[in-house]
Every structure is written in C-alpha cells, then in structure tokens.
C-alpha cells in the first residue's frame, strides 16, 4: 500500500485530513495579488464580475452591466489593468547577480529583479480562465489592456512549469500538504478541502463538507441556480434601468466565500517552515519576470500557440528535468515526503552498526582505490537488488548486499579519499539513505531525429526500378513507356469518380487560432513566451 493511499484512509477513519507535508513547498509572498470571479455560462471573455486585489480586507469589484458588450466589457477590464499595473510596479527593483554562463567555468554579472508578481487564485479552473483572459487582452489595439494581457499571459504560461510560484490555487495549495478522505476530484472544490483541514467547532469533515458544497461555487463557472434566480434579473435591471446596485450586492455576496477561503488557504500554508529549496525555485521565477519585463519594455514579447519543433522538443525537456527535480528537492527538504519513498522501498533508514573506511578494490587500471564500507541495520527488509546506488547527501553508495534486518553498501562517490573520510556517519548514527543525491543538470542537446513529426513534407519520389542486365533494355523501356501512357492522370476536372492525387501541404505559419495538426505539439493553457529562458533550478 503506497502512503498516500494509507494517508487517505486514516483521515477517512479520523474524519479529519492529516498532514501530507510537513515543509511548505510553495513560495508565497508577503502581498500576493489575488483574484477570484465570475464569467458568463460558456463565454469566458465575457466577465460578469470579479473581486481582486493584494489587501484582505479592501478587495476591488469589478462588475459589468451587459457582458455581451464590448465596450463596457473593455472599460471595465480596463480599470482591473490599471489596478494591476500598480501592482506590478512593485517589481521592477534589480540587483546585480553573479552567474554562471557558457559551460559553467565562466562567471558574468546580470540584473535580476528582486522579486517578483505573484497570482493565487481559488482552484484549477480559474487559473485556466487567466490565461484565456491574457490571451483575449493583448491582441487588443489598447495599450493598457494589451500590456494587461502580456503579464497575465506570461502568469499564465508560468503555471505549466512544475516548482512555479507565481500562479498559485487555493487548492493545489491544500492538497500539497494534506490528505483527506475524499475523492481526489472532491479535491478539486475549495470549500470542501477547507472542511476537511478545519472543520468547524461542533461537526465532523463529512458534515462541514456537505454544508461547504451547498455554499455557491468559486468560479468562474457560476451556479445555474443562481444565474436564473439572482443573475439574470440583476442584468436585466442594470440594462433596462441603468441600476446596478443590485448586480453589485448580488456579486460582493457571492465572490465573498472563495476571497474568503483563498486566504484561509494561504494561512495554513503559511504556518508551515518553508523548504530549503523554495527559495532556489522561487529564483528562477525571478529571473523569468526580468526577462519578460525587458521584453515588454522593448515590444518584442510575444507568444506561441504552437510550438514547433525544436521548442516543442526542448519545452517537454524542461517538463521532465523540473519534474525529476522537485520530486526529489521536496523529498531531501521534507521528512513525510521522503516517508513515501521508504513506504515504496526505493529508500531505507535505520543504523549504522558496523563502517570499514580502510577498505580498498582494485580498478580497472589496476591500482587500489578506496572504497570504505557500511553496514545498516533497518527495521524492515530492504528487498533491493544489488547494485543499487544510494545516497546519504553528497555520499553515493551502490548496495553489495542484503538481509532481512542488515544492508551491507559500499561508497562510491563523495567520501573515496582520506581527507573526506570525515564524511562518512560514525557508528550508531540514524541514517536515511535516498534513490537520489546532488542535484544533476541533463543538457537539452537534440538528437539526430525528432520523436514525431511537426511539419508536413513533400512526398519523396518513387525509386526507379533496377532493370536486369540480362534483360533487352529498349523492350523494357518501352514497355513502361506504354504503361505509363495509360495510366497517366486524366486532365484538369478528371474522370468521375476518379480519386485526385495528394497533393503536399506548403510549410505554413500556423495562427493562434488554428486548431492543433494531427502530430503536433500543442502550447499548454496560456502559451509559452518566445524565447523564454527559464534555466535550471
């Protein structure tokens, strides 16, 4: 049984979610913007109302008489670019940085912002209502509302990249560090997972849940209930009497409860100890808001809606390198993440009863090289096989071999030369040895052929056929000659029924919004900036 399945059923037996984590693995700033709101059933371009703002106690309103228009649509968008817009003036403070370019024996100084935006908002479906929202903006002949739509655009696009924090959910949040005993999609309501961390006072998980899903929904979807019954006469009194005091009541009231637990969220994360590598994360965040300001300052931002693909190859390489990376930074900073490694046997803890650091073998040069030895005695069987490397931090160690309570390794790396024998624990030292050690940097270089296609081509010719010498060539020759002649393709029009030949499809620049080629890679909700470099973390 994995640990997140026995997590899930003790909160089940408990009535009450445990703790999944024991580290914050987010990044979250002192004055993050956030943002929670309504659109129109099936028109998410057209916004009804929208409660934002980085202050908890004086949000903004954003409403809109008749969302079908656009001019009021755009004046009132234009106020939420404005009001974000101050906001991000805020980061555009730089400090010199020293880093490392080329092959990393070279050293060089650049500007990096000192910190950067940050956008939570209450779930999963919202965060996508942002990036269809940056990507309706900037292709508006408004400046402010262009620029508004490249910043939420490159948010957006921040939210696909695994260890981002500057597009955060409430729920995603919840779920990093806590288990529950419900379903994972019943995860996905905000109100529900709250119920579960901090029932109220009186009333059990399932209770508070049931009372937490009868509360309205936290966008952007609205609840059809309530369109028919407080939206619709709402809309219909601003438009034919020009009051819209009650479609304000009527949004302040219902954009209250997901303002309200977006920030209840961000507490309980909050009174976790940071990881040690959110800060390293939260860098590169840093580095790519600087990037995009300089591109934005000199009018060059721009966003793909396809990638081809060479960027399509090296994106889903930064996928699985930012992947690898975090599984393994958020278990060596969180004691119940690595839990769920010892669960699976791909990491063993117990104590060192025995330590040969004299022990010597014979390499393949033959000379003797040093490679001391240990012996862990564990609680449980480690049913590994040989061969497998371990690691206690920088000390790789590669298992000789294994009993039901002891674990005989030898070190292979970190600790091989007699000034860093100190490295090696003592006797009688707890120890928790991982399936991964320093952080490794896998380069993006192309291979000699891309996995999938991305671009349609010009059927090759047909190879000529290869005549027999033994043959009479001019009788051959002529014998094609007449098969070609009656096979040949009827003029323009054709007979009926005859099938055209294909033809090839010219190489051809794809618009945004071109619906995805059979073989191609698609950009994730948001798009991906050109020439975004986001380095390694």
Not at 166 to 195: F, I, K, S
Not at 234 to 244: F, I, M, N, P, S
Not at 505 to 519: C, F, H, L, Q, Y
Request: hydrophobic share 40%; charged share 20%; glycine share 8%.
């Amino acid at each position: 049984m994995s640990l997140d399945v026995y997590q899930r059923l003790l909160a089940l037996s408990r009535a009450r979610a445990v703790p999944a984590a024991s580290r914050a693995h987010r990044h979250l700033s002192p004055r993050p913007w956030l943002l929670a709101g309504y659109h129109l059933a099936g028109e998410p371009s057209a916004p009804v109302a929208i409660r934002y703002g980085s202050f908890r106690d004086s949000p903004k309103l954003l409403t809109v008489a008749e969302p079908r228009d656009r001019a009021q649509r755009f004046a009132a968008l234009g106020g939420l670019a404005r009001d974000l817009a101050t906001y991000l003036s805020r980061y555009t403070v730089t400090e010199p940085v020293v880093r490392a370019t080329g092959n990393g024996r070279e050293l060089d100084v650049d500007l990096c912002c000192v910190d950067a935006p940050q956008l939570i908002v209450p779930n999963e479906a919202t965060a996508h209502w942002v990036g269809l929202l940056g990507q309706y903006l900037r292709s508006l002949d408004d400046p402010v509302l262009a620029a508004a739509g490249a910043h939420l655009g490159w948010i957006a696009s921040r939210r696909n990249l695994p260890g981002s924090s500057v597009l955060l959910t409430a729920t995603d949040l919840l779920t990093a560090h806590w288990r529950t005993g419900q379903l994972p999609t019943e995860d996905g309501h905000l109100g529900r997972l709250l119920a579960w961390i901090e029932p109220p006072a009186g009333s059990d998980a399932w209770q508070a849940a049931r009372d937490a899903e009868a509360m309205p929904p936290a966008g952007p979807a609205s609840d059809p209930a309530w369109d028919a019954v407080v939206l619709r006469p709402a809309l219909e009194r601003a438009k034919e009497q020009g009051d819209v005091r009650r479609l304000k009541l009527a949004a302040a009231e219902v954009l209250a409860g997901p303002w309200r637990d977006t920030w209840a969220a961000i507490d309980l994360v909050r009174m976790l100890p940071p990881g040690e590598h959110v800060a390293k994360r939260w860098e590169s965040d840093r580095w790519s808001w600087t990037r995009h300001r300089e591109r934005v300052l000199a009018g060059t931002v721009s966003f793909s809606a396809r990638l081809s693909d060479v960027p399509a190859y090296r994106f889903l390489h930064e996928l699985e390198t930012r992947t690898a990376a975090l599984e393994r930074q958020m278990a060596l900073d969180d004691p119940l993440v690595m839990a769920r490694y010892l669960a699976t046997g791909e990491a063993v803890a117990g104590v060192v009863i025995k330590r040969d650091p004299e022990h010597t073998v014979v390499n393949a040069g033959g000379r003797s090289v040093l490679r001391p030895l240990l012996w862990v005695r564990t609680s449980a069987a480690f049913d590994r096989p040989a061969g497998t490397d371990l690691w206690w931090g920088k000390v790789g160690m590669v298992v000789r071999a294994a009993t039901d309570d002891t674990v005989e390794l030898m070190v292979t790396s970190g600790a091989v030369t007699r000034p860093k024998l100190g490295l090696l624990p003592d006797s009688d030292t707890e120890v928790v040895l991982a399936p991964f050690g320093p952080l490794q940097y896998f380069p993006d270089n192309l291979p000699d052929e891309l996995p999938w296609p991305t671009r349609s081509s010009r059927p090759k010719p047909a190879p000529e056929p290869e005549l027999d010498d033994d043959l009479d060539t001019d009788v051959v020759l002529g014998t094609m000659a007449t098969a070609a002649a009656t096979t040949a393709p009827p003029p323009a029009g054709g007979a009926a029924g005859r099938v055209p030949e294909p033809r090839a499809v010219p190489d051809s620049t794809v618009t945004p919004a071109s619906p995805a080629a059979s073989g191609s890679t698609t950009a994730p909700s948001g798009a991906v900036p050109s020439g975004e470099s986001r380095g390694a973390w």
